[in-house]
């Protein structure tokens, strides 16, 4: 018995199960804390913010996320996240449609640009 409880490393893989969502048992594996503190940064907030800032920040991230492919899962086909679907869904929200609109249109642009840069490359 008193082995199990001089092993740290059980409770250090505890914190890392259940898709990235704090169970409160402790501290998890942070993902994007990099990104939102230079997001925070470019919004104006401090060059390194407080981390209780990034942590809810990111804590409010993944449950958007979350939620959107959930929602998103039970649209749709069942169980498969498609691209319309996450349209279908901001379609009402003007920003986020703008803007998910102006992001699709440049990764067609780009899927384009390298088809046409690897055709003159490769001469396909």
Known sequence: MAEEDDDPGFD???DDVGNGVDSGHGRRKRLFSKELRCMMYGFGDDQNPYTESVDILEDLV?????EMTHKA???????????EDIVFLIRKDPRKFARVKDLLTMNEELKRAR??????????
């Open 73 to 83: 899962m039970s649209i749709g086909r069942q169980g498969r996240v498609q691209v």
């Open 12 to 14: 250090e893989d505890l």
């Open 62 to 66: 993944i449950e958007f996320i979350t």
């Open 115 to 124: 088809k046409a840069f690897d055709e003159a490359n490769y001469g396909s």
